[in-house]
């Protein structure tokens, strides 16, 4: 039994191996050249008819109604491209060790912030958002401190495999988004770790609220707010965002204590997402369903599509 357990973990060995030598190969294009292509595909046009670009439209419509239409579909397709980029940035990242991947961002605003909150040994709920590279962020934050982190399972058997494995290099680990992952984290924070995870996803029932996210009720995950009252533990915010010479910067960002505050903490989460996204709206993911469990009267957005 244990000639067979261990011929399958070195034949999985060689096989991340060889993916990683891949995304490596995949990403040695310059990123300027890349980003020649992707300019090159929006001036066809062609992407408009994807769905990615339907559903970016119809967020920027919910999210921004003041906008003129010409402002929304200018956004929309800004956006699209910082998506298709930022996919570029992934596999920059799988492709290579955290050095190399971190050496790719140019400024980290608040970097203090880290150490000071980690160090007060009461754990971390470190919360990010899908500004760009998930994967990016997390290696720097993986870099700097081991983390027990969610993640939403990737459909395609063997890049999950991958991707979960790369995401735990350096004695991290990544945890599935579910019932026993949740309590692997909260068992995680309670040993005064720092778990991480991105809280603008929507939960599977009965896991949220619906809370109001631009004005507009959205099923929300309150994980957040729940880890925090449990444990008082920090919370302390991560996003990547670019610039228009196409540099990366992190920014750090502490919560607010009334996320330990029973009667202001629900708002407060998506209140201050809010305000990430409208530091650098066009670097979010809005291609993301994230309205898709509407609540009456409200209907579903995307049917339309």
């Not at 880290?114 to 870099?143: C, E, F, P, Q, T």
């Not at 202001?264 to 993911?285: A, F, G």
């Amino acid at each position: 039994m244990n000639i067979f357990y261990n011929y399958d973990y070195i034949s999985w060995n060689i096989f991340y191996l060889i993916m990683k030598a891949l995304f490596y190969i995949f990403s040695l294009f310059p990123k300027s050249f890349f980003i020649y292509l992707v300019d090159l595909y929006l001036y066809t046009r062609i992407y408009k008819f994807f769905s990615s670009y339907k559903v970016t439209k119809i967020n920027l419509e919910i999210a921004y109604p003041d906008l003129k239409k010409n402002d929304i579909l200018l956004i929309s397709k800004l956006s699209i491209r910082e998506s298709i980029i930022s996919g570029f940035e992934t596999l920059y990242t799988w492709g290579r060790d955290d050095y190399e991947s971190n050496a790719q961002i140019f400024k980290i605003t608040n970097n203090f912030l880290l150490n000071k909150l980690y160090s007060r040994d009461k754990g971390l709920i470190a919360v990010s958002i899908h500004n760009r590279s998930v994967d990016m962020i997390l290696k720097w934050i993986n870099s700097n401190i081991k983390t027990t982190s969610l993640y939403k399972k990737v459909k395609i058997k063997l890049l999950e495999r991958f991707v979960k494995k790369d995401r735990e290099s350096g004695g991290s680990i990544a945890v599935e988004t579910s019932i026993g992952g949740v309590r692997k984290i909260l068992k995680a924070l309670r040993s005064h770790k720092a778990i991480c995870f991105a809280a603008d996803q929507v939960p599977q029932r009965g896991l949220g609220e619906y809370i109001k996210l631009y004005n507009r009720d959205a099923y929300t995950t309150t994980l957040v707010q729940t880890l925090a009252t449990k444990t008082n533990a920090p919370v302390l915010y991560f996003y990547l965002n670019s610039n228009k010479d196409n540099f990366l910067s992190i920014t750090l960002k502490q919560c607010n204590s009334n996320i330990y505050n029973d009667s202001k903490h629900k708002l407060l989460l998506n209140q201050d997402i809010e305000k990430i996204i409208n530091t650098r709206p066009i670097d979010y993911s809005w291609e993301y369903k994230r309205f898709k469990k509407a609540r009456s009267p409200d209907k579903d957005p995307y049917k339309v599509i």
